[in-house]
């Protein structure tokens, strides 16, 4: 059994531009979700995906846009980005949408200067 | 505003004591509640899972107990090793109209020293 992956390990982008991250969901989990993690914060919830459409979205502005695939993969894209957006991006995936289990992939470190 | 609050100040404890740590709440209703473990530079690693109507749950060293009346939560950890030694997050879960979303605290750090 395969575990969630991403992708790519790290990045470093200057303010206004755009970054996509990438994740594979563990094989047999349909659902995906992303969570931004500042230093010495706590994750904090940016969306979820359930079988390809978005179902649920935390207290992120629309320059946060994500997609799921037909194999429950999931993109996560930041527009306009702004030093603020630097933090690990993690991605989480598990069976179904309720009292599930979330399973972390190991975080893309994304840096803005 | 919901709020989750785990101890900031790192707990550091002897290799074969037993941890305990803190999670409160306060604003929020949540429908479950879990813990994770966290090491540096690396995803949260999931321990255990409680749901609202449980008072306490086990597994190998690991214990945790959920008060919804208090909003507290206690993880403990027995027989403490150095290995243990991470940073340790309590996460409540709401169903509600937002999918399976988790409210994440800080995260407390735990040292177990020889």
């Known amino acids: 059994e395969t575990g969630v992956t991403q992708s790519p390990t790290h990045l470093i982008k200057t303010r206004g531009q755009q970054v996509t991250l990438r994740c594979s969901s563990q094989s047999g989990h349909n659902t995906v979700s992303w969570y931004q993690q500042a230093l010495g914060q706590g994750p904090q919830f940016i969306f979820q995906?359930?079988?390809?459409?978005?179902?649920g979205r935390g207290n992120f502005p629309p320059r946060f846009s994500g997609l799921q695939f037909p194999n429950y993969s999931s993109e996560l894209n930041v527009n306009a980005l702004e030093l603020d957006d630097s933090a690990l991006y993690l991605c989480a995936s598990s069976s179904d949408s309720g009292v599930h289990t979330q399973y972390f992939g190991p975080g893309t470190r994304l840096t803005v200067l | 505003s919901q709020k989750i609050e785990q101890n900031s100040e790192a707990l550091n404890i002897q290799e074969g004591k037993t941890a305990t740590l803190t999670c409160n709440y306060t604003n929020y209703s949540p429908a479950y509640l879990q813990w994770y473990r966290q090491d540096p530079g690396r995803g949260p690693v999931f321990l255990l899972l409680?749901?609202?109507?449980?008072k306490e749950k086990r597994k190998e060293r690991l214990k945790v107990t959920f008060d919804t009346t208090l909003k507290q939560s206690l993880f403990h950890i027995t027989a403490s090793q150095p290995a243990d030694s991470a940073t340790y997050l309590c996460?409540?879960?709401?169903?509600?109209?937002?999918?399976?979303?988790?409210?994440f605290g800080t995260g407390t750090q735990l040292k177990v020293e020889l």
């Open positions: 995906y359930y079988r390809e459409e978005e179902n």
């Open positions: 409680i749901r609202e109507n449980e």
């Open positions: 996460a409540l879960g709401a169903l509600t109209g937002g999918g399976n979303k988790l409210t």
